[in-house]
């Protein structure tokens, strides 16, 4: 292709270019609201209910605007006021996480250091947060959301993904749960976790491909999850490292078998040249 | 140390600190680049070609200037002019790669997300504008922009490893791709992969000591193959979280026999004090 | 909730709220430090003595400063003078860790590159700095600073955890290290390796709950290890994804044992609908 050509193509996919995405903007938004609900998070905490009253109120104003660039099912304010409107049930929701992190993590100090610091708590965070925007129809916002918390917490929710209450992220890094996955309450899952599909076909759009988690499992690190007919049972806890693509019932326990073999080097100079 | 002494060290040490990587730069300029080859990216597409145009010409312009603060074995001015030159070449491949991202997750709605939000597509992309100026032996700079795109993403691929065409890296995060690693076309590679060295000595620099996998090969998550010799046959399947030092021939499945182990407790207040 | 009482709710959460912990604050004084103490890494190294010693003067009081804002034991003055005392053995312990990088990925060109470029190099130090913090019963800020770097290489090390002098990262992302983790001299820790506690109760808070790993001991991608009473000994090696939760002798050789089967297709169009 000829530079003149390049460029005559280039130009003709920046005219074509479906409408910006004002990406930035979102997360912007997603991090004041984080701060608006969690003033442990904040800078600096607002003064009253006056200055909290106007900072949603501009954040409200700021949400219509962005979703106007953005082609909604509702009209966009309608949509920002259901938002706002939902607020109080997601701090809810969000309380309860931090506090089965808190349950659940013998290092960590209480609330506010799960809510200023903690990855896990922000990837649930953006995570319900996206949720309801996609539940609510709204187009490639969501997963812009959920990429951004991906990006900064190495956790990567799908914002289709139906997670029930208390939910615990511990580290979390290289977390994947999928479009379709539906987790129960009281889960604890830890770093490295896939919730992921069996086989992964194109036509396979709107299939449920996601495993099912049922309430008060525990899933440790690295453990791989497959299929949407996967069921794992109420209470059950899977071992890390295990590679699971079947249905297993309520109180489970699945780990490996005899898995590793220790051999004790006769001669310990050996060990120098020795490759796994 | 005393205080002073230690100061004079510090001097001497800032005083003999090779010339500064223009670092921040490069990065910029990459993603630059990222939003002039796929306008779905950028903020505000450009107007027409002569805007085109005139961005690709400044963009040619400031990488002749970065590229002046490293050694490098071209003459700068020639040296971006490749690079532009070859513009229309990498712009071809990351279509097929985003391509290959579609086709193969029934979330993806299209070339627009991908390209704008996925995390497997920025990494191939800056890997494969990195890993032109490894080819041209470019120093350092390479490697800082893996390392960007690893922060980024989670994703590690060394600018040395060699990727045919259709790549779909699916999530990402937690991939490891070695320098010498080389990957045939249409290959697909989940979270968590290692494709790494069997023992890790200074002196096998230069040597290939990553594994080699042909085309339309899968790759399930946290799968760890290593070593300069493995060769993974073509059409083969390696399932999740296996550990593969040899080679397999073309159309192999390797997954894990009978790994796991399913106990019922029959006191489910047992499980209470279980730990695995 | 009605909306006037969702704002009186806030308002309260605010007005309650610790006070605000001036983290992006202590994150820029995390890299003005590894920028003085490794040029390499700085854009613009510092011109002689002089400009050191105001730098670092200049430093040690933004430090004061930030320290005002939290409650440490010691006055905030002594404890930022302490900090400064003790770099010049931070510098030599991360030169040990540049070095023991260097010595063990022939992919590395040398010691600026690794200071510069590699995500392990970075998270150890910004660790070895963190946890002096800890040492010294400073609050919340130790943690910030580790989720920080966690944020930036996927490598979540807590910055309660001893480790010995020339620790070697490869690649990181995934690693966690737990609170009470102890690791020798010469340790070798690849991607997604787990040292963590065996079962997570509050109450455990304060006892030791990670594993304890002795000097020259590797670690391969993806093994996790977790227990309070989980010693690997010196010179053992772990190979990757292995799940272990016991002892083993010094000079070890933990692996899979017979974990993959290799089935060839007869009849290769049969892999096309094949699911793991």
Known sequence: ??????IQALAQAHQQAAAPLPGPGFCLLAEQLLNLLFPERAERPLRNADAVAATLGI?????????LAVQTPQPAAELAADCVANLPILRDMLLLDAEAIVAADPAAEGITEVVATYPGFYAIALHRFAHGLYQRGVPRVPRL????AHQRTGIDIHPGARIGRS????????????????????????????????SVAKHL??????????????????????????VVGSHSIIGGNVWLTESVPSHSRVYHR???????????????????
Not at 145 to 148: P, Q
Not at 170 to 194: C, N
Request: with cysteine; charged share 15%; proline share 2%.
């Open 145 to 148: 959301l959920s990429e951004y």
């Open 205 to 230: 759009q709107g299939i449920k491909r996601h495993p099912t988690i049922e309430d008060h499992v525990v899933i440790y690190a690295g453990a791989t999850i497959l299929g949407g007919n996967t």
């Open 1 to 6: 292709m000829s530079h003149d050509a390049f």
């Open 258 to 276: 005899a898995q590793i073999q220790v051999t004790r080097a006769e001669d310990p100079a050996a060990d120098i040249s020795f490759s796994i």
């Open 59 to 67: 954040w409200q104003d700021d949400l219509t605007t962005l979703l």
């Open 167 to 198: 939910f615990c992220i511990d580290h979390g890094t290289g977390i994947v749960i999928g479009e379709t996955a539906v987790i129960g309450a009281h889960a604890k899952i830890f770093q490295g976790v896939t919730l992921g599909a069996l």
